[in-house]
């Protein structure tokens, strides 16, 4: 049972990357959007965060790696042990940010519901 339910995911990752449907498609074109884009705003919040909070007494983003990885981190939602951001408008990038990643969170959640409602349906019409 779990032979066939694991090589039934399998397929179905590598019908995904091939775009084997047009089902497919659509979720491998969401995944790849929102992967792409969060990665253009990774960097340029980086670069924003590292140009706001350099001069700054408090903070620890003082190098553009520092900016970089604190960036990643927030928008992967599990944060870091560095400070939050010191000057406002390095609090107003975090807020967005956070932002941003809850809408992933939301986005890649509606991907893959209507992912698996339309293969469901697929499958019942096979059937």
Known sequence: MLLRVLGSAAREFRDVLGAATATHRRLRDHLVTIAAATVGIDLFCAIAAFLLERHSQQTEIKTLGSAVFWTTTQLLTVSSQMKNPISAGGRILDVFMEIWAIT????????????????????????
Not at 105 to 123: D, H, N, P, T, Y
């Open 104 to 127: 992933v969170v939301a986005a890649l959640a509606g991907a893959f519901g209507s992912f698996l409602q339309k293969r469901g349906q697929e499958m019942d019409a096979k059937r």
